[in-house]
């Protein structure tokens, strides 16, 4: 794994390893399986490489950590500064052959306002990284050709858990979407997906 978006990354492994408890549990990416086309999704969305450029982001898999440096510009197609940015994600587990969604998820129905909020789960994993904070604050992921800056980090992949028999497979499913002042959805959605096994230490 040797370049991608810290963005969604970091996102993903706080979904899913952010809950505290008693059980100590490892997420483990598949090696093709961060940043994949969603399957079957409506609308036909494009991946995340139609949103930012993935090339200048540097990801070194060290096991049961993950260090992070680099940036990214947006390029996200038809998308104006103004436009309300949407997230969604959901995760699913994989049971008896397909895919079956769990409890958990998360979303954010104005993701430029609340960004940098200390309190939102995506600050202490994502957004306190950037170090160009202030502008991105203004241009966030509807303004194409601003640079995400980041500092050089290092997340763990190991937590301690309070839900029990989370050993299996899973992927998580997350949907990027952008709406006009009138709340008209743009015509490029992004959807990508993150695979691997979670497994009990």
């Not at 995760?91 to 397909?98: D, H, Q, T």
């Not at 937590?159 to 998580?172: E, I, M, S």
Request: net charge neutral; with cysteine.
């Amino acid at each position: 794994m040797d370049k991608m978006s810290a963005t969604l990354r970091i996102l993903v492994l706080q979904v899913i390893i952010s809950w505290a408890g008693a059980t100590e549990y490892q997420l483990i990416l598949d090696e093709d399986g961060h940043l994949a086309p969603c399957e079957h999704h409506p609308g036909n969305p494009s991946n995340f490489d139609a949103m930012v450029d993935m090339t200048t982001v540097n990801v070194t898999n060290s096991g049961n950590k993950m260090a992070v440096e680099g940036q990214q510009s947006v390029i996200w197609k038809d998308v104006q500064p103004g436009d309300n940015i949407k997230i969604s994600v959901q995760i699913l587990r994989m049971e008896k052959g397909s895919w079956q969604k769990t409890m958990f998820g998360t979303s954010s129905n104005n993701f430029c306002k609340n960004m940098f909020d200390k309190n939102q789960m995506w600050y202490q994993f994502w957004t306190k990284y950037i170090t160009n904070s202030d502008e991105i604050k203004s241009k966030c992921l509807n303004t194409p050709g601003a640079v995400i800056k980041y500092q050089p980090y290092e997340i763990e992949l190991r937590a301690n858990l309070n839900v029990p028999n989370l050993d299996g497979r899973y992927k998580v499913v997350l949907l990027i979407e952008a709406f006009d002042k009138r709340n008209v959805k743009r015509p490029v959605s992004i959807c990508t997906e993150f695979r691997g096994n979670a497994l009990k230490v």
